[in-house]
């Protein structure tokens, strides 16, 4: 384990993995959670499972831009 | 934020950007004057990353503020609408990732290649001055103009801002686009495989990899992307080690050994079957193995560039500059400007920056860095493989790119004419670069990515596993190359198909319906008969292929980046922001002037290598009298040719259409926020429809 700045490393980490994840249309899990937690607390977030199906679902579903890159 | 300008800074502070601006110039001109064996492609990458660094800091921040003002005070539909899911507001490296990763693909691979013909310095040129005042300016604008729209589509845009007849051509327009796109790029596959069991077997492995990542990520991990990726990956390699025994096992190697005309029909129905199956079967995890192969090759081969150094074996300017190449017909003026689009300028980022980014930005003041900033991006992509193809000895490079009408199937009588052209070749020159990468003839590999493929093989090879790793490297950008184009394929099948059934939905109420299977098969086999028509005329026309198509890609490319820009220019003049509409108006006048005449040039031109009419006719003639022109071989041939050439030229002429229309909508909305005193844009948010400037 690297002793120096640890704290850095794992916040550069965090980053790589929300961009790797995002590059294939998958946001953030936890963003997803605090957020229902903090504007609708009523409601039950979707499990981690339920989340990823969710948003595949989004990206090569119904719509004109969805999943699509470029050339 | 929007009010801070650089006044108040002390001189000294720009000393920095001085010194850039020096080394980028000294660059430049060493590239652009340097005549002599060869050149490093070092100094290409420098002068490339310091117009770059340049043009971020001072053009686009001057768009930024001035031209746009950003304002960092106006809530973005991320922040407004955050939902956890669409709307997030995402960090801006992060979002940068994801945004680069939507708009880097094959075009900005492909097209420089195709233009080295023409040696290295136009394309160079082109690239740069392309990128900093055309295409990263559109993709910002349409960034721009999407995040103050609640991320609308390029298509919706253009319906409210310039009416509802605009916005239905365009979005015909779009179709089209797409048609030819996913035509051309399935051409280059195509092209890549033709009689190569090799790279025929590791594509076709991917599909059961593809298949057992899939089951992997929906049953048994949900979610573990990277995870089922790396998995993926190791497999992936297996198979192109794998590969190199089924090419020398004959009994194998039959199996996986096509004609280009097997290829395109297999493409076509393996088009139709991946579109209609469950997304997460088979589209998503290639999705994700090639997004991650792609990002990772590309940064690969920067790494490799940076150690290598390769020196660039192409002189500068070669004679084809006159129209005369054989990879492609056409005179620098237009047909540089049209081969080389992604990585200059592309529409097709017109519809990324309008899809998913715009709802993910946190800040105003982030859309330049993520807008502009990520086209600099694929800007260095397509200088990376100008790169890659110059640095091949020319001989090879024209061997593998000149149709094989023109150079015939042997080595020796491909050398003689390559040579008689000024590019001296020997025929065990051309034998030996095929051995290399453990293929059997490298000669007429047209569309790119096989050219690619070598220089990529010289360049990672040099910095792993050296003369003995080629054949592997060589096979693996093949694969990564057909990987993330068959992805593209699927998905832009699938994307296809929407649009169908919206447009047709106008119509036919009942197409709409995209629940509805009768409905999506209709429009899924429509989608597939239109690209797979232009893919399979591509192979089997002795004239056509990438040469044929390719240009006509890069016309509807830069017609749909026109019409972008278009479209950015009329809202800057219902911002009532027109003395700043220069920004827009530059590159939007310079791409309809190079996409105008070159669908002119290629619908009128006398000169039957070019115009569509002018091929048509001679052919026709020539049948007529029962001549058989060559490449063709047969009457049927001769049929095909006359078919086509009235086929492209009908095309062509819809793109000119849906374009001068659009500049017609364009004019006209102009002309009426010119006579209206007020602010007339339809921005959403909580800014609303600003109050009178005036």
């Known amino acids: 384990m690297p002793v120096c700045c640890p704290a850095a490393l794992k916040s550069l980490g965090k980053i790589v993995g929300q961009t790797a994840a995002l590059m294939c249309g998958q946001p953030d899990y936890d963003t997803y959670v605090a957020h229902m937690l903090r504007t609708h607390p009523e409601q039950t977030p979707m499990t981690p499972k339920e989340f990823f199906r969710n948003r595949e679902d989004r990206r090569f579903g119904v719509g004109n831009n969805s999943g699509f890159r470029c050339c | ?694």
């Not at chain 2, 100094?43 to 003002?69: D, G, M, N, P």
């Not at chain 2, 990263?136 to 509802?164: C, H, N, P, W, Y």
């Not at chain 2, 792993?464 to 080629?470: I, V």
């Open chain 2, 1 to 694: 934020m929007a009010s801070a300008t650089g006044a108040g800074k002390p001189a000294v502070s720009y000393l920095p950007w001085v010194g850039v601006a020096a080394l980028g110039a000294f660059a430049l001109a060493t590239v652009a004057l340097h005549r002599g064996e060869s050149i490093n492609a070092l100094w290409l990458v420098t002068a490339a990353v310091c117009t770059y660094l340049i043009a971020y800091r001072f053009y686009s921040l001057f768009i930024a503020r001035q031209a746009f003002e950003l304002d960092d005070g106006r809530k973005t539909p991320a922040v407004r609408r955050n939902d956890g899911l669409d709307y997030v507001p995402t960090d801006k490296y992060v979002l940068f990732g994801h945004h680069f990763a939507a708009i880097a693909g094959a075009g900005p691979l492909v097209g420089p290649v195709l233009a080295a013909q023409m040696g290295y310095l136009p394309g160079t040129l082109w690239l740069l001055v392309g990128v900093v005042f055309a295409g990263a300016v559109q993709d910002f604008t349409i960034l721009f103009l999407s995040t103050r729209r609640d991320g609308r589509s390029l298509g919706d845009m253009i319906k409210t801002e310039m009416g509802v007849t605009a916005g239905l051509i365009a979005q015909f327009g779009v179709l089209a686009i797409m048609v030819i796109l996913l035509a051309v790029l399935a051409l280059v596959v195509v092209k890549a495989l033709v009689h190569s069991p090799w790279g025929t077997f590791t594509v076709a492995a991917t599909l059961p990899i593809a298949l057992l990542m899939g089951v992997y990520n929906r049953y048994l991990r949900p979610g573990r992307i990277l995870e089922m990726s790396v998995i993926g990956f190791v497999l992936l390699m297996a198979g192109i080690f794998y590969g190199q025994t089924v090419s020398v096992t004959p009994e194998l190697a039959r199996y996986f050994d096509f004609t280009g005309e097997t290829l395109a029909l297999i493409l076509i129905g393996y088009g139709f079957v991946a579109s209609v199956l469950p997304v997460w079967l088979l589209l998503a995890p290639r999705d994700y193995l090639s997004t991650f192969l792609k990002i990772g090759t590309i940064l690969a081969l920067a790494i490799g560039i940076a150690i290598v150094m390769p020196e660039l074996k192409m002189p500068a300017v070669t004679k084809y500059i006159d129209g005369t190449g054989p990879v492609f017909k056409g005179a620098l003026f237009p047909f540089l400007f049209i081969t080389i689009a992604c990585g200059a300028v592309s529409g097709f980022h017109a519809l990324i920056a309008s899809g998913t980014t715009p709802k993910m930005v946190m800040r105003e003041s982030e859309i330049r860095f993520i807008g502009y900033g990520a086209m600099l991006m694929e800007s260095m992509v397509g200088i990376m493989a100008l790169i890659a193809a110059t640095m091949l000895d020319p001989g090879v490079y024209f061997a593998m790119n000149t149709p094989v009408g023109v150079i015939g199937a042997d080595p020796a009588h491909a050398a003689q004419v390559i040579s008689s052209w000024g590019f001296a070749v020997t025929p065990d020159m051309l034998t030996q670069a095929a051995q290399d990468v453990g293929e059997k003839t490298i000669l007429s590999r047209a569309g790119g990515a096989p050219t690619l493929a070598v220089g990529m093989a010289h360049i990672l090879s040099g910095i792993l596993g050296g003369g003995a790793m080629k054949a592997f490297w060589y096979h693996f950008a093949i694969l990564f190359e057909a990987l993330f184009i068959l992805t593209t394929v699927d998905a832009g099948t699938r994307v296809a198909r929407f649009m169908i059934q919206d447009l047709a939905g106008h119509f036919m109420p009942f197409m709409a319906r995209t629940r509805n299977w009768a409905a999506n098969l209709i429009a899924t086999g429509l989608a597939c008969a239109m690209w797979g028509y232009f893919l399979y005329q591509g192979v089997v026309d002795p004239l056509g292929g990438i040469n044929t198509l390719w240009p006509l890609f890069g016309i509807s490319n830069q017609m749909l980046a026109a019409i972008a820009l278009i479209l950015c220019t009329a809202v800057l003049f219902k911002m009532k922001r027109e003395r700043f509409a220069v920004v827009t108006i530059l590159p939007t006048v310079w791409l309809l002037v190079c996409t105008l005449t070159a669908g002119w040039e290629k619908l009128f031109d006398p000169n039957p290598a070019i115009g569509f009419f002018a091929q048509g006719a001679k052919y026709s003639a020539a049948l007529a009298q029962g001549q058989v022109l060559a490449p063709a071989k047969t009457a049927d041939e001769m049929a095909r040719v006359i078919q086509n050439c009235y086929v492209n030229a009908g095309l062509t002429a819809i793109f000119i259409f849906v374009v001068v229309a659009v500049i017609g909508f364009g004019l006209a909305t102009i002309l009426r926020a010119r006579s209206n005193p007020n602010i007339t844009t339809r921005e959403i948010g909580d800014a609303g429809v600003l109050p009178s400037r005036a």
